[in-house]
């Protein structure tokens, strides 16, 4: 069988995005023909200060929210900065002017929309050992190039089908 065929699409919004607007722009997004996987990145929103004087303390940054994503809960561990969707290369030109349209109607600001490879495309190291050798069980091969070595995925990968 031969391997889907994938690109990049970055949204790069010249603001943070606020939890609602993030919510918003995902479920919308999620509605488009041909998306793969979505990444979201950004500042990480800790639960508690891990350094510093205030060290172990809590954070309550108004951010740090739970938000619905295609009907499933979802903890914002990021204030959002970019989005990265990976989508099947056939879909590319439908999928940008879908996207431009959405969000020019959801923001009130700039953004830019810029298409090539943002995500890793071949199996890494850490992939191979959380695969081949169980490190984690039931691994989803389509989150190949995502996983963080020095955590579990599903602490900071959610699945929603």
Known sequence: ??????????????RRLKPGTSEK??????????????????????????YGPARGTSVNHPDRKIITVKGKKVELLVSVGEIVVTIKQENLEEFVAETKNILEKILNFGFDVKIGLFTRTKTTVSDYLKLDYGIEENFDPSLVGMVDPKTNSKETVKLIR
């Not at 391997?3 to 699409?9: M, R």
């Not at 998306?35 to 508690?48: D, H, Q, T």
């Open 25 to 50: 722009i995902l479920n919308e997004l999620l509605e488009l023909e041909g998306a793969i996987r979505f990444l979201v990145n950004g500042e990480s929103l800790p639960n508690i200060v891990g």
């Open 1 to 14: 069988m031969e391997p889907i065929k994938a690109i990049d699409v970055k949204i790069f919004p010249h």
